[in-house]
């Protein structure tokens, strides 16, 4: 166990459905990290959260939508998805100030979008 | 891109064999590390090296960096059929952020 649990570890929805993955972390860190990994593409950041700011938007559709309420949580919101959004998302935290920053990644949520 | 680029892409040893694993990349760095991932699992952190470090262990894993060939490489030795695992090297920057490569698969047959 990393310390950081990620739910659902499985969705599959509709492209019109909406739902929420949803990430903690017990580590006690001050940043977290959304990721979305494809097969056959690299590990892709879409957001970053330092002290429940946002920092990092790397031009993700609007149809995610994060949401840091607490450095603890951090959730991602999907509306109206495409087939091309199914992957792997895996959410991560670390403690930024310090001089590593090594990541530390919760199991992921496989999603399926019909 | 200032994505790195791993090598090879597979790789595939027989158990108690050594497998290398390279890693390259195109800024300046602060660190590297390596991760390891098990099919459709999270990413966990292996090792890291500072970037004023050329060499370092842990267990059955060793590291090198060259920041003058902007590479780095990691040996595991003595391998086992549980170290069959997709590999990624990722290296941060002044502002924590880090980038990842696309990984390499390895499989060690028992």
């Known amino acids: 166990e990393t310390g950081v649990t990620q739910t659902p570890r499985h969705l599959v929805m509709g492209m019109t459905n909406k739902k929420s993955l949803k990430c903690e972390q017990h580590?006690?860190?001050?940043?977290m990290y959304w990721y979305k990994q494809s097969a056959k593409k690299p590990l892709e950041l879409m957001f970053v959260?330092?002290?429940?700011?946002?920092?990092e938007n790397n031009s993700v559709p609007s149809r995610f939508s994060p949401e840091c309420p607490n450095s603890s949580h951090l959730f991602l919101h999907l509306h109206t998805l495409q087939p091309e959004d199914s992957a792997l998302y895996l959410c991560?935290?670390?403690?930024?100030?310090?001089?590593?920053?090594?990541?530390?990644f919760g199991p992921g949520t496989r999603l399926t979008v019909l | 891109s200032q994505q790195g680029e791993e090598d090879p892409q597979a790789l595939s040893i027989q158990e108690g064999e050594n497998a290398t694993m390279n890693c390259s990349y195109k800024?300046?760095?602060?660190?590297l590390q390596w991760y390891r991932q098990n099919s459709g699992r999270g990413l966990v952190h292996l090792i890291l090296?500072?970037?004023?470090?050329r060499e370092k262990h842990s267990g059955r894993l060793r590291v090198t960096l060259d920041t003058s060939k902007k590479s780095s490489s990691l040996l595991i030795t003595a391998s086992r059929a549980a170290d069959t695992a997709s590999y990624f090297c990722?290296?941060?920057?002044?502002?924590?952020?880090?980038?990842f490569g696309k990984g390499i698969t390895l499989s060690v047959r028992p």
């Open positions: 990722a290296h941060g920057g002044a502002n924590s952020k880090l980038t």
């Open positions: 959260y330092n002290f429940k700011e946002q920092t």
């Open positions: 090296i500072r970037s004023n470090e």
């Open positions: 800024t300046s760095i602060n660190n």
């Open positions: 580590l006690g860190h001050n940043a």
């Open positions: 991560a935290s670390s403690q930024v100030g310090t001089d590593t920053d090594t990541q530390y």
